[in-house]
């Protein structure tokens, strides 16, 4: 694979993240795993994206 | 302890070790739960497990690590929001969810060029909120993040819509991601 195209699989998995831990249907009152270590690669990720450009269609495909 | 991943419709038995809870027009897909590694390749897996699922089916994905005790438990979810989740899935069915972050190439900007540029990103969420079902502006640090519920058919044409206004705006940088699970319209609004 390509730098551009880890980078830019890296650069959907924000999106990705974005989806799974801040989206979807909530079941109330019931039990969530644990995300922390998810967020920590969140906060990795999100300091990433400030130096990337444009990007379409950025899947990892 | 069950994992709860996915409501679809009436369709197709999953594959094992997936299971369709429920009967009628809301099915609870689900799986038994696992000690997770929230690797980056687990959560792609994640994500391709349910878009496999939506090529036959309508899906609303479930929040990311949803585990409930039993089986009841599910059974109880589908029962309480049975009308709502059906609801939900006529609104997603047949449609992806496409991503747009839009952010500044110069970070060093001033406020004058940062808030014409803000200017300009709300204007490219109003040039492509018309070519999606559905269309959401989401809480960020970036100029736009925006989420579209955009009709399979229809996915070529917004891509090229981002493509010519990427084109005609160099002093920002957009990235479009997707096509994803309908996770930003999973909730009814």
Redesign the interface.
């Known amino acids: 694979m390509s730098d551009t195209a880890l980078a830019q699989r890296d650069i959907a998995l924000v999106d990705l993240v974005d989806r799974l831990i801040g989206g979807g249907v909530v079941i109330a009152g019931d039990i969530t795993l644990s995300v922390a270590d998810i967020d920590l690669v969140y906060v990795n990720l999100r300091a990433l994206i400030t130096s990337v450009g444009t990007l379409e269609e950025s899947r990892r495909r | 302890?069950i994992e709860?991943l996915a409501?679809t419709d009436d369709a197709p038995a999953p594959e094992p070790p997936l299971r369709a809870l429920g009967d009628g027009r809301v099915r609870a897909v689900c799986r038994p739960a696992a000690d997770?590694q929230?690797t980056?390749d687990a959560?792609?897996r994640?994500?391709e497990l349910l878009e496999r699922l939506m090529e036959d089916r309508g899906l609303?994905?479930?929040?990311?690590?949803?585990?409930?005790?039993d089986e009841e438990?599910v059974l109880r979810?589908l029962d309480e929001r049975r009308d709502e989740?059906a609801a939900?899935l006529e609104r997603v069915r047949g449609a992806v969810?496409l991503?747009l972050?839009v952010?500044e190439?110069d970070?060093g900007a001033g406020f004058t060029e940062r808030a014409a540029s803000a200017g300009a990103a709300r204007r490219l969420h109003e040039a492509l909120a018309p070519l999606a079902r559905e269309a959401v502006v989401?809480p960020s640090r970036e100029l736009l993040r925006a989420a579209y519920l955009v009709d399979r058919d229809a996915v070529g044409a917004f891509?090229a819509r981002?493509?010519e206004l990427?084109a005609a705006h160099p002093e920002l940088?957009?990235?479009?991601?997707?096509?994803?699970?309908p996770?930003?319209f999973?909730?009814a609004r």
Not at chain 2, 60 to 69: F, I, K, N, S, W
Not at chain 2, 174 to 181: F, I
């Open positions: 302890m709860l409501f997770a929230h980056p959560l792609w994640h994500e609303l994905p479930v929040r990311y690590g949803t585990v409930v005790p438990a979810a989740l939900g969810e991503a972050r952010q190439h970070a989401q891509a981002v493509r990427d940088a957009l990235v479009c991601t997707g096509p994803w699970a996770f930003s999973a909730e």
